[in-house]
């Protein structure tokens, strides 16, 4: 009831609704899933779909599989189903899907190219320095889906001071993109790099001073926990999996906050946990890993246990993760909410039809805010936190003359 209140009054304020009819909402929920059930053949979870997709749903799907950045995933889908299951795509939208998938291919090749070359250069100049998420997670994906996976930026966490690390950028690539926790580093014509001084800002000061001193605790390592890229010989460094289940987490649960969350992250996490030592967990104890231990007990201090719970029902929903395999209880309740917010927003939210368009600065800081009003289920304390941390940072960027 308060999230619809809270819906009824963002349209109000912003011209802009996401309400859809019976029928509408009938026709979504039979392509999601069919979408759900293309990314599990994908990943191996199932062998085929339930039913026959007809050609409108199949040009439905590769929407939806650009919405939430999963194309190339879902374009290997297809190659594995029973060919009478994929007679109605037409010629135009397969030539439009295997173009798509291509390009991700190359992109992936330049991206663990362009990985190891900022390393070498950043080793170079002295600095220590690790791979956040991106090529590091295609790393855990398997061998077929690798190079399928969509490639975003070069996110790279560097050993040192602020100040230090300031003074190099502004040195080596000068650049008005700077916040607190990270830079625009533009070092490469073709690839967006952004060099880290902390992995993750989030809005609730009590959260980020735990996780500050976590990062401390472990930077070291993860500059030298090394992992083979998904063309077989190019290594770089990246943190190890007790970091990236508790980072990764608190990525997802950030953005969810902010921008918007797509499934590609959450395929991230799926291949994650996979690559855990895997006995039942569900949020107790396992005597086997202690990594995965000190992962759920600082997601527990951190006060996200509900959150956790929630994304194993997303995982479990969508990717076909069992039970055995869950870090957490499934929260199918929360779950729910999480998982329609998800396929709403898509990709960092930049294909969310609620949003409204062509706000400027104020209407968009309340929207902001809003949301994590609306969300606050996840968060109790988002809606005090969120616009106090907006706007304090805000001040923080101009009186640095930073954008």
Sequence with gaps: MRRLLLRTVETVIFGQSGLKSVEQIKIMGSEIGLFYELLQVAIGSRNCLSSIPSSTTWEALYRLAVKQTVLGVCFYGIQKLPARQTTNISRSLKIKWLGGAARIQTQNELMNKRCVELQRSLCKDGLSSCILKGQANAATYPSSLSNLRQPGDIDVWVDGEFKELEKYVNNSAPTKEITRHHAHFNLFGDAEVELHFLPLILNNPFKQKIFNRYCKEKIEVSCKNNVVLSDGKSMISTPNKEFNLVFQL???????????????????????????????????????????????????????????????????????????RMLWRLDTEYGQILLDEIMETGNFGYLDDRTPKGMNKWKSYLYGNGKALRLGCFDHWAWFWTPLTRFFWYVWRKRRGYN
């Design 250 to 324: 608190l990525h997802i649960f950030h953005h969810l906050f902010t921008e918007g969350v797509g499934l590609r992250q959450l395929l991230d996490y799926y291949f994650l946990i996979c690559a855990t030592n895997t006995c039942q967990h569900s949020g107790t104890v396992n005597e086997d890993d202690d990594s995965v231990n000190n992962a759920i007990v600082l997601i527990h201090e951190l006060n996200l246990d509900r959150f956790a719970s929630s994304l194993m029902f997303v995982l479990h929903k969508v990717f076909g993760l069992k039970e055995h």
